[in-house]
């Protein structure tokens, strides 16, 4: 989604130097000098000296430098913690603990936003609205509100200006990443690619008509699920900068001692936790992406309540695919095989250590062999797998890495619901299920069906004059005309070289031939005369030939 401000220069530099100098201030000086001294020459004034800070607490002050640069940063530190192929373990697990608290906007700010949004002041459109905020966050806080038919709603509203601050941080950051390419780091990732997938994930965000629909396509998904409620939009009241959702009451999912009080079988919550992702992930291919306990709420009759769809996973059917595969030769204990997956799913590089990375998940598998799923935690093997991702620079689909995090975090919240809680073994009867659909005839084979013969088709089209052309080629003898590109230059080359072994190779016989023929010239004056002509050919033939052999060899143009 393309950006809809044009940044000031003056604006930009600004806010350039006070990144420069809060990294600076966190012990990265020696980063921001090596990937930006374009950027660095900008300034007018010296930027203070950097602070030395000890390697062992750089990760909790990257975080620290992250927060205090405000949402844009703070957002991007989130989507960083999903990427353990970029950045040590150290940093994923400082990135995790990233808190996104500010002070709440004033009610004048709030309600002039919602004039401009809706038309009117929210006086006029709500038959009531809370100044008090119920919730408030970096880029957004939420109101409580009633409409005008007695429902029940919550009003989500943008800070004012956000738009503008996080597009002058974008731009920031896309030069940054450009800077950065030519560093070591920036010679394995396409940096500009990250930083670009994560300006569109923070637009989308940023729009809540596309947060509107996510929770849309939710409940359509969970319509046949008793268990769930997915909030419904009011899109009357709904533009870009504000939501306004159905308010559903209950229980925050956390909040044990609430749910003990309210006699609810924590139990079965759990479940229901693990039941509602394994159903986003194996058969929608479309999961909620943050779910913090702050999202879920346990309302009347044991209902799990969802909110917040700003942030979404997908997962196609081919990446599903690939999943299973390779939990199939993980479940085989064959390291050679999840390396041969990998490599089919173009994570790993050219430049692998195959048989170093076939050691590490040989070791990774052993820790867990012979193990009842019900040992096995989802936190902990993601934990393992993180060194082995950064170590051998495995390149897996940004998607997988946040389902990996939405997967621990919903085992971390199953297990503080049920102490028994086992997320593996409630996924296993879900995949095997799965890998019975995608591999025995099922209803996406009637479409690949489809679509082969609409190939077909083309193709009987196409056959009959392609054929006949091949028959009036072959007759005149054309029907193999083979070029290959480049050839001429090769042939010229060639010739070169076969050239400078001929007479390298008289040379050598001129030469031995003379040092035979000396001796014997003893007493005749012509043959020594002509014997020492010889040698002296034979010097100017090496002479030319060690020249022509310093130059590079080039094709006649």
Same mark, same amino acid.
């Given at each position: 989604?393309?950006?809809?401000?044009?940044?000031?220069?003056?604006?930009?530099?600004?806010?350039?130097?006070?990144?420069?100098? =809060?990294?600076?201030?966190?012990?990265? $000086?020696?980063?921001?000098?090596?990937?930006?001294?374009?950027?660095?020459?900008?300034?007018?004034?010296?930027?203070?000296?950097?602070?030395?800070?000890?390697?062992?607490?750089?990760?909790?002050?990257?975080?620290?430098?992250?927060?205090?640069?405000?949402?844009?940063?703070?957002?991007?530190?989130?989507?960083?913690? @999903?990427?353990?192929?970029?950045?040590?373990?150290?940093?994923?697990?400082?990135?995790?603990?990233?808190?996104?608290?500010?002070?709440?906007?004033?009610?004048?700010?709030?309600?002039?936003?919602?004039?401009?949004?809706? &038309?009117?002041?929210?006086?006029?459109?709500?038959?009531?609205?809370?100044?008090?905020?119920?919730?408030?966050?970096?880029?957004?806080?939420?109101?409580?509100?009633?409409?005008?038919?007695?429902?029940?709603?919550?009003?989500?509203?943008?800070?004012?200006?956000?738009?503008? @601050?996080?597009?002058? +941080?974008?731009?920031?950051?896309?030069?940054?990443?450009?800077?950065?390419?030519? =560093?070591?780091? $920036?010679?394995?990732? *396409?940096?500009?690619?990250?930083?670009?997938?994560?300006?569109? @994930?923070?637009?989308?965000?940023?729009?809540?008509?596309?947060?509107?629909?996510?929770?849309?396509?939710?409940?359509?998904?969970?319509?046949?699920?008793?268990?769930?409620?997915?909030?419904?939009?009011?899109?009357?009241?709904?533009?870009?900068?504000?939501?306004?959702?159905?308010?559903?009451?209950?229980?925050?999912?956390?909040?044990?001692?609430?749910? =003990?009080?309210?006699? !609810?079988?924590?139990?079965?919550?759990?479940?229901?936790?693990?039941?509602?992702?394994?159903?986003?992930?194996?058969?929608?291919?479309?999961?909620? %992406?943050?779910?913090?306990?702050?999202?879920?709420?346990?309302?009347? #009759?044991?209902?799990?309540?969802?909110? +917040?769809?700003?942030?979404?996973?997908?997962?196609?059917?081919?990446?599903?695919?690939?999943?299973?595969?390779?939990?199939?030769?993980? !479940?085989?204990?064959?390291?050679?095989?999840?390396?041969?997956?990998?490599?089919?799913?173009?994570?790993?590089?050219?430049?692998? *250590?195959?048989?170093?990375?076939?050691?590490?998940?040989?070791?990774?598998?052993?820790?867990?062999?012979?193990?009842?799923?019900?040992?096995?935690? %989802?936190?902990?093997?993601?934990?393992?797998?993180?060194?082995?991702?950064?170590?051998?620079?495995?390149?897996?689909?940004?998607?997988?890495?946040?389902?990996?995090?939405?997967?621990?975090?919903?085992?971390?919240?199953?297990?503080?619901? *049920?102490?028994?809680?086992?997320?593996?073994?409630?996924?296993?009867?879900?995949?095997?299920?799965?890998?019975?659909?995608?591999?025995?005839?099922?209803?996406?084979?009637?479409?690949?069906?489809?679509?082969?013969?609409?190939?077909?088709?083309?193709?009987?089209?196409?056959?009959?004059?392609?054929?006949?052309?091949?028959?009036?080629?072959?007759?005149?003898?054309?029907?193999?005309?083979?070029?290959?590109? &480049?050839?001429?230059?090769?042939?010229?080359?060639?010739?070169?070289?076969?050239?400078?072994?001929?007479?390298?190779?008289?040379?050598?016989?001129? @030469?031995?031939?003379? %040092?035979?023929?000396?001796?014997?010239?003893?007493?005749?004056?012509?043959?020594?005369?002509? =014997?020492?002509? #010889?040698?002296?050919?034979?010097?100017?033939?090496?002479?030319?030939?060690?020249?022509?052999?310093?130059?590079?060899?080039?094709?006649?143009?």
């Amino acid at each position: 989604m393309p950006s809809f401000f044009s940044v000031s220069p003056v604006r930009q530099l600004r806010r350039t130097r006070e990144i420069a100098t =809060t990294f600076m201030r966190h012990g990265f $000086g020696f980063a921001w000098e090596q990937i930006a001294p374009a950027i660095w020459s900008r300034f007018r004034r010296p930027l203070p000296k950097p602070v030395e800070v000890p390697a062992e607490r750089l990760a909790e002050h990257f975080r620290q430098a992250l927060e205090e640069l405000g949402p844009t940063f703070i957002k991007f530190g989130q989507v960083l913690s @999903t990427r353990p192929d970029v950045l040590p373990p150290a940093y994923i697990a400082e990135l995790s603990r990233l808190q996104d608290n500010v002070p709440p906007a004033s009610w004048d700010e709030v309600r002039a936003a919602l004039t401009r949004e809706l &038309g009117r002041p929210p006086e006029a459109v709500f038959a009531s609205i809370d100044p008090e905020p119920l919730a408030a966050a970096s880029l957004a806080q939420v109101h409580a509100a009633t409409l005008p038919d007695g429902s029940s709603v919550v009003v989500k509203v943008q800070r004012e200006n956000i738009t503008r @601050t996080i597009e002058t +941080d974008l731009v920031i950051l896309s030069e940054l990443a450009a800077g950065a390419q030519h =560093t070591p780091l $920036g010679r394995i990732y *396409d940096l500009p690619a990250i930083v670009e997938d994560f300006a569109a @994930t923070l637009r989308n965000e940023l729009n809540y008509i596309r947060e509107g629909r996510n929770a849309d396509r939710f409940r359509e998904s969970f319509a046949d699920v008793p268990y769930v409620h997915i909030p419904a939009v009011h899109w009357e009241f709904t533009t870009r900068r504000v939501l306004t959702l159905e308010r559903i009451h209950g229980i925050k999912i956390d909040d044990i001692r609430a749910l =003990t009080a309210a006699g !609810v079988d924590r139990r079965k919550i759990a479940l229901y936790s693990a039941l509602i992702i394994i159903k986003e992930v194996l058969e929608d291919g479309f999961f909620h %992406a943050d779910p913090h306990p702050g999202n879920f709420v346990v309302m009347p #009759g044991q209902i799990f309540g969802a909110m +917040d769809f700003g942030m979404v996973g997908y997962i196609d059917e081919a990446l599903r695919v690939d999943l299973i595969r390779l939990y199939a030769a993980s !479940v085989e204990m064959d390291p050679q095989g999840v390396v041969d997956q990998l490599i089919r799913m173009g994570a790993v590089g050219e430049d692998v *250590d195959r048989r170093g990375l076939a050691l590490d998940i040989g070791r990774l598998l052993g820790k867990y062999r012979g193990l009842p799923l019900k040992e096995i935690r %989802a936190t902990e093997v993601m934990a393992d797998v993180l060194p082995i991702t950064f170590r051998h620079r495995l390149r897996l689909p940004s998607d997988l890495w946040l389902l990996g995090k939405t997967l621990s975090m919903i085992e971390g919240l199953g297990l503080k619901l *049920d102490p028994e809680f086992d997320i593996f073994a409630v996924s296993e009867p879900v995949v095997r299920r799965l890998m019975l659909r995608l591999m025995l005839p099922n209803r996406s084979w009637p479409r690949a069906a489809m679509l082969m013969g609409l190939e077909w088709g083309d193709m009987m089209q196409v056959l009959p004059r392609a054929g006949a052309r091949l028959l009036r080629q072959a007759e005149r003898g054309e029907l193999f005309s083979l070029r290959l590109r &480049g050839m001429d230059d090769f042939l010229c080359l060639l010739d070169r070289l076969v050239t400078r072994l001929a007479i390298s190779l008289i040379i050598a016989a001129l @030469t031995i031939s003379m %040092a035979v023929l000396m001796p014997l010239t003893t007493g005749h004056i012509v043959a020594r005369v002509l =014997t020492i002509a #010889g040698f002296v050919v034979s010097a100017v033939l090496g002479i030319w030939l060690v020249i022509s052999m310093l130059r590079p060899m080039r094709p006649r143009r």
